[in-house]
């Protein structure tokens, strides 16, 4: 079992930066794959971006923008979100496929003022 803790979300203005973080409650060296997924106001919640092993993946929504990242030292794995659209607001939501099975966060708001 994994417990998955995110925070950094916030209020910012378009064009600022945020990073996400995502602490989990055991060592993430071997989770695969670890992704940020994203659900706006009225509408499905969505990939973001994921790593697994050494590859990555991107949303085009957020290609040369946003990355994702993992610290296993530390546990946890960060989204660093550059130039920042109000159309990126939504909560975010950390994600960890594990023993074959999905484990969430619980959530964290960024609100993108324009």
């Known amino acids: 079992q994994v417990q998955l803790v995110e925070s950094g979300g916030g209020l910012v203005q378009a064009g600022g930066s945020l990073r996400l973080s995502c602490l989990a409650s055991r060592t993430i060296f071997s989770i695969n794959p670890m992704a940020w997924y994203r659900q706006p106001p009225g509408k499905q919640r969505e990939l973001v971006a994921s790593?697994?092993?050494?590859?990555?993946n991107y949303a085009d929504s957020v290609k040369g923008r946003f990355t994702i990242s993992r610290d296993n030292a530390k546990n946890t794995v960060y989204l660093q979100m550059n130039s920042l659209k109000p159309e990126d607001t939504a909560v975010y939501y950390c994600?960890?496929?594990?023993?074959?099975?999905?484990?969430w966060g619980q959530g964290t708001q960024v609100t993108v003022s324009s």
């Open positions: 994600n960890a496929v594990y023993g074959f099975r999905p484990y």
């Open positions: 790593m697994s092993g050494g590859s990555t």
